[in-house]
């Protein structure tokens, strides 16, 4: 940040009894039970059709401002299944992919192919313990 004050948004590790890591403004991880089960929920927006909910998230990464997100078991309508999440905080896009395929070719259209995706239960743990990223390393 530009000014001297922190945003709280990056700061807190809770939000009521909600474990949480922050990603990019305004999008989040939080955990209803004490960081064993982590939940991807985009913001709502009135131009949105969708708000989108990943649950069982595992990993995740940033770059630029590029999010992406993996569970290796949510429910999509129809179906339980894998997904990976891409939010392009720029334009406002959310896609899901449900293949690895999908997500590799999609990856590289946004010419983000430097992405370290990490374990969600370690970087609940560098941030709650010591109020770091590690994708911001």
Known sequence: MQNNQKDKFY?????????????IKPYELIS?????TWVFNSPFNESKVQK????NVTLAGIHDSI????TDMTYLPGEMTQAWCIVNVKNNSENIFTTEEEYLRNIKTLRS????LQNIKDA????NDKGEYPWLK
């Open 11 to 23: 700061t807190e590790t809770k939000r009521g009894q909600l474990s949480r890591i922050p990603l």
């Open 32 to 36: 209803p039970d004490d960081s064993f």
């Open 52 to 55: 989108i909910t990943l649950e």
């Open 67 to 70: 999010i992406v997100v993996y």
């Open 113 to 116: 192919t430097e992405f370290q």
């Open 124 to 127: 609940f743990k560098l941030f």
